[in-house]
């Protein structure tokens, strides 16, 4: 009778959780608009795509152990898939049900297409390939303006569709009992709703037997391959999986921005994703979450709050907010490298 | 006749200009616990990791179970039921000891990708009996008090018995071993070598390297003896420990 009882009680405890989380994530847009004012949500918005980001990182260097430095070419990949597709530079409006899983798909295929040569590369040497590859990808973007323009070289495309459902733009407002709602409510739901799901994908992937392979090629790649596994596919998908998260981020975020070009995706962002997972905690998808966070807000608080401060205490901007804001990312790298090498939030020290 | 379970024939590796390993001819018997010594640097472990796959072999074949292996990846050559341990332990350290064994039950994979990320109930199914078989397996092993602790935590002869256990979870029908007994004192080589009869009578056959020629003696039905990359000299133990070329080339007056 007793245990008939308790997993029903349990459900109902958990259903309660989910409800709480539910009301929270949906009025939390609002809380943050009223209380730090708009600006902030649209940074909270760049926050998310961050965080997809870093999780599909996470897979690649977080639990399969390969280093990749050019990660951010498959947001980029990602991003010009939906700038193609869904603006006036071909012509071309496909709706966001049918570009997403598009772009997911062409990342995907990137990533295998990176992760093939790379197979027998470790470290360093891997390192320095997929950062080649990450430039490769930007210079192409750069230049596939002539003989067939393609993707507008550096003046980027412009003019690009956001997300429609149905007639419905992104771009529209809307009011409800008097609250506004704008692209940036618009964007931060689908956002979020990307997010939970690409980090139950994660968690499910992690406590399965794929997870585990990656974790043991991530220790140790001769016993893991000894063991049976065979490395090589279990690499590529990786490769591949990390590579479609991003390619989901990226077209995202050129919808959002309504405008891609090459500087996005230059090789500095591709350190910061990678900042993200070492400083969250490699291998662990909540580390790198909160690695995310910290990484995108802290130097905007940074930026807001440091001309400010200076003008009180010395009455001059003696710093100006932007060297600063690099300053003290560089001094919290060392520091975190020093006395948490293991991140942030690591799954040992919880 | 009983069936042989791995043959070489002809085997010869070289690296550069040296011949590590030079036309060596070798059966182990199906159900037996075969011997292999040797000197350092005679080629025992790399005639280990030309069986297992890791090195490819200049000329010459490896069979198992009567088919050829020779060339094959080493994890197509797990999945076909040669299992291995390292001479220096490698254990996936960050892992606990239960993930560790599941690990090496990758090859009975049947669920794809679909399955785990919508949890199907084949996923949950085949998770469930993976894990009641690993636990099996650690009790089998005497591992299972440390079944949530991480492989790096375990005292050094309980991380050589959790390599083994890890061969074991491929079900393989060859287990090569490298080594067990390096760095143990008599209590663990004792406990060993119980260890290593009780699963060989269960009935995988063993292949091992090993440096404690009493516990070879006591422990193998026949030795095999390599010297630069030749075998010296083969049979049972109490004849090789007889033969005059072992006793000037590895064993001593």
Same mark, same amino acid.
């Given at each position: 009778m007793i245990s008939k009882i308790l997993p029903f009680h349990k459900k109902l405890k958990f259903i309660h959780g989910l409800f709480l989380v539910i009301i929270a994530l949906t009025l939390l847009p609002f809380v943050i608009e009223e209380s730090f004012g708009r600006s902030w949500l649209r940074i909270f918005d760049y926050t998310l795509i961050y965080v997809l980001l870093a999780l599909g990182l996470n897979i690649v260097v977080g639990f399969a152990g390969l280093l990749d430095l050019g990660y951010i070419a498959f947001f980029a990949v990602g991003a010009y898939s939906w700038a193609i597709l869904a603006s006036p530079q071909f012509d071309i409006h496909l709706s966001f049900l049918v570009i997403l899983p598009i772009s997911f798909f062409i990342? &995907?295929?990137? +990533?295998?297409?990176?992760?093939? #040569?790379?197979?027998?590369?470790?470290?360093?040497?891997?390192?320095?390939?997929?950062?080649?590859?990450?430039?490769?990808?930007?210079?192409?973007?750069?230049?596939?303006?002539?003989?067939?323009?393609?993707?507008? &070289?550096?003046? +980027?495309?412009?003019?690009?569709? #956001?997300?429609?459902?149905?007639?419905?733009?992104?771009?529209?407002?809307?009011?409800?009992?008097?609250i506004q709602l704008t692209n940036l409510h618009f964007y931060y739901y689908l956002l979020v709703i990307c997010v939970i799901l690409v980090i139950i994908i994660c968690q499910r992937l992690e406590n399965s037997s794929i997870g585990r392979a990656w974790v043991a090629i991530r220790e140790d790649e001769v016993a893991a391959e000894a063991m049976g596994i065979n490395t090589r596919n279990v690499k590529l998908l990786a490769f591949a999986m990390g590579a479609s998260f991003g390619g989901v981020s990226g077209a995202i975020f050129s919808s959002f921005q309504g405008f891609v070009s090459p500087e996005s995706f230059i090789l500095i962002e591709s350190i910061m994703v990678l900042c993200m997972v070492v400083l969250g905690g490699m291998g662990h998808i909540y580390g790198v979450v909160l690695g995310a966070f910290i990484l995108v807000i802290l130097p905007e608080i940074i930026r807001s709050v440091a001309a400010p401060i200076q003008e009180s205490i010395f009455g001059v901007v003696l710093i100006d907010p932007e060297s600063l804001r690099m300053i003290l990312f560089g001094l919290a790298l060392i520091l975190v490298m020093l006395y948490r090498p293991t991140g942030l939030w690591n799954k040992k020290n919880v | 006749m009983s069936k042989n379970i791995l043959e070489i024939k002809n085997l010869s590796i070289m690296f550069g200009g040296i011949v590590a390993l030079d036309d060596v001819n070798m059966v182990t018997k199906k159900g037996t616990i075969h011997g292999l010594i040797g000197p350092n640097g005679a080629g025992k472990t790399t005639l280990f990791n030309i069986m297992t796959g890791i090195y490819k072999p200049t000329s010459g074949n490896v069979y198992l179970n009567e088919k050829e292996i020779t060339g094959f990846t080493p994890n197509k050559i797990a999945n076909l039921g040669i299992a291995r341990t390292f001479q220096n332990i490698r254990l996936f350290n960050s892992m606990s000891v239960l993930e560790n064994v599941l690990v090496a039950m990758h090859n009975s994979m049947n669920v794809n990708l679909i399955d785990i990320i919508f949890k199907t109930k084949k996923f949950k199914k085949e998770e469930k009996s993976k894990r009641e078989?690993?636990?099996?397996?650690?009790?089998?092993?005497?591992?299972?008090?440390?079944?949530?602790?991480?492989?790096?935590?375990?005292?050094?002869?309980?991380?050589?018995?959790?390599?083994?256990?890890?061969?074991?979870?491929?079900?393989?029908?060859?287990?090569?071993?490298?080594?067990?007994?390096?760095?143990?004192?008599?209590?663990?080589?004792?406990?060993?070598?119980?260890?290593?009869?009780?699963?060989?009578?269960?009935?995988?056959?063993?292949?091992?390297?090993?440096?404690?020629?009493?516990?070879?003696?006591?422990?193998?039905?026949?030795?095999?003896?390599?010297?630069?990359?030749?075998?010296?000299?083969?049979?049972?133990p109490e004849m090789v420990k007889q033969n005059k070329q072992v006793i000037e080339a590895y064993l001593g007056a």
């Open positions: 990342a &995907g295929f990137f +990533g295998v297409l990176l992760g093939a #040569p790379t197979l027998r590369l470790r470290g360093d040497y891997l390192a320095i390939v997929t950062l080649g590859f990450g430039e490769i990808i930007r210079i192409f973007l750069n230049n596939l303006d002539h003989p067939v323009n393609v993707t507008n &070289g550096p003046v +980027g495309i412009n003019m690009i569709d #956001p997300v429609m459902i149905g007639t419905f733009s992104f771009n529209n407002k809307i009011v409800i009992f008097g | 078989k690993a636990e099996k397996l650690l009790e089998y092993t005497g591992l299972v008090k440390y079944i949530n602790n991480s492989a790096s935590s375990l005292p050094y002869g309980d991380q050589r018995r959790l390599e083994i256990a890890r061969a074991l979870a491929t079900n393989p029908s060859l287990l090569v071993i490298d080594e067990p007994a390096a760095g143990m004192n008599h209590k663990e080589t004792s406990d060993l070598k119980n260890f290593l009869d009780k699963i060989n009578s269960d009935g995988t056959s063993i292949l091992i390297i090993e440096h404690d020629v009493k516990l070879i003696m006591n422990l193998c039905s026949f030795v095999t003896v390599l010297d630069f990359g030749k075998i010296i000299c083969e049979g049972v």
